[in-house]
């Protein structure tokens, strides 16, 4: 349940990830349904490191909002492909697309 939910909101968030706020580029979580959002957030924060693409997602808006070239050495516009396939692969694994 929770990736039919994350995936969602991390296409949304992927979709306006141009946008910076100053300093600040809205993460998935900002697109969580309301009415559910302490339930998605308490999920996430309680299986962070069960499922890299969590970090890797937290890593890439970050580095968006302070406008770094780079993670890990990686230029930041491949590192963005790379999560956009893993969260495909999990999209398959749960039979939604994930296209962005």
Request: charged share 25%.
């Amino acid at each position: 349940m929770f990736f039919s939910y994350y995936l969602l909101a991390l296409k949304e968030a992927l979709s306006q990830d141009e946008v910076n706020y100053g300093f600040f580029t809205k993460s998935p979580s900002w697109f969580y349904p309301k009415e559910l959002y302490v339930a998605l957030e308490r999920y996430e924060e309680s299986h962070y490191d069960e499922f890299p693409l969590l970090e890797k997602v937290a890593c890439y808006f970050d580095a968006k909002s302070h406008n770094f070239p780079t993670i890990e050495s990686v230029e930041i516009n491949i590192y963005r492909d790379s999560l956009i396939e893993e969260a495909k692969e999990i999209a398959l694994k749960i039979g939604l697309e994930f296209v962005v």
